[in-house]
């Protein structure tokens, strides 16, 4: 990761202690837009997957056009995910029943970065004509 650091000239001439404390301002700041965003997710949800349909369906009303705003309309949608413990049974169905192409490998990048990070800490060599691999040295706060 790189930065313009013409953007970051106000942590210029600080002292190691009013950079960290800065640093931690900034992950108070971080922190409480994160659950500010939630709190926000949460309406938005509510809103427009309970609220709003229970009341069109209600009222009988399948589009609204509002001024300002634009027409508003139900869709219907739904969650799907493979229950606990069925993965391999549920992608030999798939195979079974000529859905095999819905299959894909994949690697969870979280799993992927520890792994490698693991190898370099044991002195592995890293495949690096398969993956891009950029260290870098960041500071972390741990709350006293």
Do not use: C
């Amino acid at each position: 990761m790189s930065f313009d650091t013409q953007e970051f000239t106000k942590y210029d001439g600080l002292t190691l202690v009013e950079l960290v404390r800065s640093m931690r301002l900034i992950q108070t700041k971080k922190e409480e837009a994160e659950e500010a965003l939630k709190e926000i997710n949460r309406n938005f949800d509510f809103l427009r997957i309970t609220k709003i349909p229970q009341v069109m369906e209600d009222e009988g009303i399948t589009r609204l056009a509002v001024e300002g705003v634009g027409r508003v309309s139900l869709t219907a949608d739904m969650h799907v995910s493979i229950k606990e413990g069925q993965k391999e049974s549920f992608y030999d169905w798939l195979k079974d029943n000529g859905r095999a192409d819905l299959i894909q490998a994949s690697v969870n990048p979280s799993t992927l970065k520890a792994t490698v990070k693991g190898m370099v800490k044991s002195g592995e060599e890293v495949p690096d004509e398969f993956l891009n691999v950029n260290p870098f040295t960041r500071a972390s706060i741990t709350k006293s």
